[in-house]
């Protein structure tokens, strides 16, 4: 089988280049340097590409990727994408929307801070002008003022808990979340618009789209306060630019924080004249973490797509999202992954696949099981014959009965999702959940409990609990030149169940010698 191409067609950090180059399943091929003209000829053999905001993803770039299965958009935005071509053409299109949470949430509070002490006039007066003029300098304190955030997602509950460490009075409008979200928080939730008109302080944290576009306009800033302070570290447009101008030029709006505009860069833009806004050039992703966080990711989700394990924030699956839950998403991703995990553990042929919930996530078997046939089908048919449109379609063709069971909650979990695949040979079985941050883990594997992450290179050796297991598997793989960077051991009354996370991929001779330890009941090998 050919290897799938990856091609870099933007600059990311260095580290998402490393984790690229020595994934020995994939053809990198590094194009950022290149002509955009010349990029349409380098990616018409690319099964995935990696973007940014330097290469536009259009009906161009489509027509001359004619083998492109999937996108990665490295950062949040997904601007330069055409979702809709990519839909139409079955690519899918993916971004990495947590990786910059953190430094979007920093420098929102950096402008906050700013505008409320008008840093950036303060040190230019003494730093480029050398006047020490303390008299001109009174700014407001933080402290019992009244903020909206409007927008309670990953970075504006972020903000929102950070205003509470100033001792704010913080009150969040965001329709699509639950109340107890932002209360649970400690944070005032509201349906009403006006209370966010409001605050003494108003920031913005969501989506631009035709419902945000325009989201405040000059009849909302008419009802806030005078002397009302506005940020927007998210995306240009959430604001009217032009109402925002005429009124803090006639100081309706005391300060403003900017970091992103409609049209960028905006060099000559008329808000960059006034002297009550702190203004920087769209860079809420701009910190070394981030930027190591965001190619790391964008590497990992190109190489899982190319590989056809997962596709980690897919923006244009076929699922109704605007009827799925956010929390819910991470669990298609690891319902996928340890369906694929089981249909490595025994490659012979698939006769069912059943999908068992308890929790909330009960409610969304139907895409547990879309997701679950697309895992355990990759290994045999390769992700370009199997997707998430014809799933179904080509478990009924195999005759793969597929299935699904709701349980009550009896386990220590919110949610728990249990994936058990019947061939020939007999019944293999995973289960997992997700914690805090869309954290997945692998709770059991054939009744044996572990704690493993889906993801790496792992050796499953199932054996009878006997001393010495452990010891012999060390000096076997140190002996093959393999190194151990996890070991898992889980029990239950019939023996155990030994998962190693190796570094280096293991060749078929060495789990022959494994399976020849005497305790040793039968070796598999995955790689997620």
């Not at 304190?141 to 309670?152: H, M």
């Not at 000059?218 to 806030?224: F, S, Y």
């Not at 199932?462 to 010891?471: A, E, H």
């Amino acid at each position: 089988m050919n290897k799938p191409t990856v091609v870099v067609c933007d600059h990311i950090h260095e580290s998402g280049l490393d984790i690229l180059k020595n994934t020995s399943d994939i053809n990198y091929v590094y194009a950022a340097d290149i002509d955009k003209t010349a990029l349409l000829d380098v990616i018409k053999d690319a099964d995935v590409c990696i973007t940014r905001s330097s290469t536009d993803i259009d009906e161009k770039f489509l027509n001359a990727a004619t083998n492109l299965k999937a996108v990665v958009r490295a950062g949040v935005g997904v601007d330069n994408v055409d979702i809709d071509g990519c839909s139409k053409r079955g690519v899918i299109a993916m971004n990495v929307p947590t990786a910059n949470t953190l430094a979007a949430t920093e420098l929102t509070m950096t402008h906050l801070l700013s505008c409320m002490r008008k840093m950036p006039y303060a040190h230019s007066q003494l730093k480029d002008h050398r006047i020490w003029k303390r008299e001109d300098w009174y700014g407001q304190e933080l402290y019992g003022k009244r903020i909206g955030v409007i927008g309670f997602g990953n970075i504006g509950h972020r903000v929102a808990l950070r205003c509470k460490g100033f001792e704010m009075d913080v009150v969040t409008y965001d329709p699509y979340i639950s109340s107890t979200k932002a209360t649970d928080l400690g944070v005032e939730y509201t349906t009403n618009f006006d209370d966010i008109l409001a605050c003494d302080i108003i920031t913005i944290h969501t989506p631009k789209n035709s419902e945000t576009l325009n989201m405040i306009d000059e009849e909302q800033i008419a009802k806030m306060k005078d002397g009302v302070i506005l940020i927007n570290c998210a995306r240009g447009g959430l604001y009217n630019e032009e109402a925002l101008f005429n009124n803090l030029k006639s100081r309706k709006i005391h300060m403003a924080g900017i970091d992103v505009f409609n049209k960028e860069p905006a060099i000559d833009h008329p808000l960059l004249d006034l002297d009550n806004i702190t203004v920087t050039a769209h860079l809420g992703a701009n910190t070394v973490e981030s930027q190591y966080k965001i190619a790391t990711q964008a590497a990992n989700n190109a190489i899982n797509s190319a590989r056809g394990i997962s596709y980690p924030h897919a923006l244009n699956l076929p699922i109704d999202e605007t009827k799925i839950p956010s929390f819910v998403k991470p669990y298609l991703e690891l319902t996928q992954k340890m369906a694929f995990l089981l249909s490595q553990m025994d490659k012979s042929e698939i006769k069912s696949i059943k999908i068992e919930a308890e929790g909330e996530i009960a409610d969304y078997l139907d895409s547990l099981e879309t997701f679950a046939i697309v895992g355990a089908l990759t290994q045999s048919l390769s992700s370009d014959k199997i997707n998430y449109v014809n799933a179904t379609f080509v478990a009924n063709e195999r005759d793969i009965k597929v299935d699904s069971a709701v349980h009550s909650n009896t386990s220590a979990y919110k949610n728990q999702i249990t994936v058990k695949i019947t061939t020939n040979n007999g019944v293999n079985s995973t289960s997992g959940t997700i914690f805090e941050e869309e954290v997945q883990r692998i709770i059991s594997i054939n009744n044996c409990l572990v704690d493993i992450e889906p993801t790496g290179k792992m050796i499953l050796l199932s054996n009878s609990d006997v001393p010495g297991v452990i010891g012999n598997v060390g000096t076997l793989l140190a002996s093959e030149g393999i190194n151990i960077s996890d070991f898992r051991l889980g029990r239950n009354k019939d023996g155990a169940l030994a998962v190693i996370i190796v570094d280096e991929e293991v060749k078929s001779n060495t789990l022959e010698k494994l399976a020849n330890i005497e305790a040793a009941r039968s070796v598999s090998y995955a790689q997620i």
